[in-house]
């Protein structure tokens, strides 16, 4: 029988000896972060595979995210850490669908949010994540965009970067969106003195009333430095208890309690530990030609980011 410890001390051992790099997003649980080789964001986690040494990249996290890694390292076998992990938002729009939407909006350039699956990726000029959103898009010489999925995100760039014309489409995160603006207001009034600190996957109006948008990654990093000793927290609750392991003499609350991601959630410590013994997870597989031109888009995110 194993014990967290027990497990977290073999997972370290065999992916050593199996030349494996662990990457985990920050909504992976407490005992994941502690057998990673790297936890960031959606931009992070791409920068470090495009330069991780391993030959086998083993990803804690959802589809979109292992399918960047293998486009960014197709010669590298990349795992995602449970096959049933996907994010719903990357399902909204398929390709044919976005090849109709761009007719509406000839001369646009096409930008998608990374949370998108790499056969859309094929159909669209550039990708962002959240933490490079603002300076990909004031880089871009056109004015004219047409963002996809995530109106919320989309409106939240579009209210920073007035110049540019933004059309949006309707789509989102079900954890992030399901936030309301009373939540919000609620949480204030019981912390009064607390830092409300979103992800812009919140809604325009939840956004609009926080200390703080960013990245889950930029969340964290504002905690850490901030004075405050108080956050209310408004993104995947993951990221209450990482702060609370991060900075133990701060006080950090959920701005609700729903804001949980499921898929985000189905990658166990066991999990890992049969990827890293060859009997888990699923090698991403992807062809050819999808990766070629989807990596047209990753690769302009990273030069403009
Ligand atoms: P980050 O890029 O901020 O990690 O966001 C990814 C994501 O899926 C948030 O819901
Ligand atoms: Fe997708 Fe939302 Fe989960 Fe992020 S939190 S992976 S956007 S469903």
Not at 56 to 69: H, P, S
Not at 89 to 99: H, Y
Not at 178 to 192: C, D, K, M, N, W
Request: net charge negative.
């Amino acid at each position: 029988m194993y014990t967290t410890r027990t497990l977290q001390d073999e997972i370290l051992r065999l992916k050593k000896e199996q030349d494996i790099c662990i990457l985990a997003h920050a909504y992976q649980s407490q005992d994941i972060w502690e057998v990673a080789d790297y936890i960031g964001d959606s931009y992070g986690l791409s920068l470090e595979a495009a330069k991780a040494g391993q030959q086998t990249i083993l990803l804690c996290g959802v589809r979109f995210m292992a399918e960047t890694v293998k486009i960014l390292s197709p010669q590298k076998k990349v795992l995602l850490s449970h096959p049933m992990a996907g994010c719903p938002m990357a399902e909204q729009i398929t390709a044919s669908q976005l090849r109709d939407l761009k007719k509406q909006y000839p001369g646009y350039t096409t930008a998608a949010y990374i949370n998108t699956t790499s056969e859309l990726k094929t159909v669209c000029d550039v990708c962002v994540t959240s933490s490079s959103a603002l300076q990909i898009i004031r880089n871009l010489e056109n004015p004219d965009i047409l963002f996809i999925p995530d109106c919320n995100l989309g409106a939240w760039i579009a209210a920073q970067i007035p110049e540019k014309n933004i059309q949006l489409v309707q789509g989102g995160c079900p954890a992030h969106a399901g936030i309301s603006a009373e939540e919000a207001v609620q949480a204030r009034r019981l912390h009064p003195a607390a830092k409300l600190l979103v992800h812009p996957e919140c809604l325009p109006e939840v956004s609009r009333m926080a200390d703080y948008a960013g990245s889950t990654t930029g969340i964290m990093d504002y905690a850490k430095n901030s004075t405050a000793k108080e956050f209310i927290i408004g993104t995947e609750n993951s990221i209450v208890q990482h702060l609370q392991f991060a900075c133990p003499d701060k006080q950090f609350y959920a701005l609700s309690k729903d804001c949980v991601c499921s898929n985000m959630k189905l990658t166990t410590l066991m999990d890992v530990y049969h990827c890293v013994c060859g009997t888990g997870g699923e090698e991403i597989i992807l062809p050819e030609d999808t990766m070629q031109k989807a990596r047209h888009c990753i690769d302009t995110m990273l030069s403009l980011g």
